[in-house]
């Protein structure tokens, strides 16, 4: 089992910036990727980022392309999600995601075996 607690989230006003953290507790070296999703209200949960653990290999949804940045810390088994320039389209429920398969689809919240509890990030125009 994977455990995953993300913290960062909170209000911002458009084109601010915040961070996201998403640290992995328990069976974590079985972990294969992690990655960020968000859910707004009445809308579908669709793919943010990811990150492959072991070579630091980045993945974006094109509405965050050059905005938001995914990074990790291996020693503290903890995913960010650097967010900035952030529009009222933002507003979502943010959740963390870890695989542990070793082929994945990265976008697709399927190839995710745990998930966190999420985290609210309201953008106010």
């Known amino acids: 089992q994977v455990q995953l607690v993300e913290t960062g989230g909170g209000l911002v006003q458009a084109g601010g910036s915040l961070t996201l953290s998403c640290t992995a507790s328990?069976?974590?070296?079985?972990?294969?990727?992690m990655g960020w999703f968000r859910q707004a209200p009445g809308k579908e949960r669709e793919f943010v980022a990811a990150i492959i653990w072991s070579v630091g290999s980045t993945y974006y949804a094109d509405s965050v392309k050059g905005r938001f940045t995914i990074s990790r810390d291996n020693a503290k088994s903890t995913v960010y999600l650097q967010m900035n320039s952030l529009k009222p389209a933002d507003t979502a429920v943010y959740y963390c995601?870890?695989?542990?398969?070793?082929?994945?689809?990265?976008?697709?919240?399927?190839?995710?075996?745990?998930w966190g509890q999420g985290t609210q990030v309201t953008v106010s125009s």
């Open positions: 328990g069976r974590t070296f079985s972990s294969t990727a």
């Open positions: 995601a870890a695989s542990t398969r070793h082929v994945i689809s990265t976008s697709r919240s399927d190839n995710y075996d745990y």
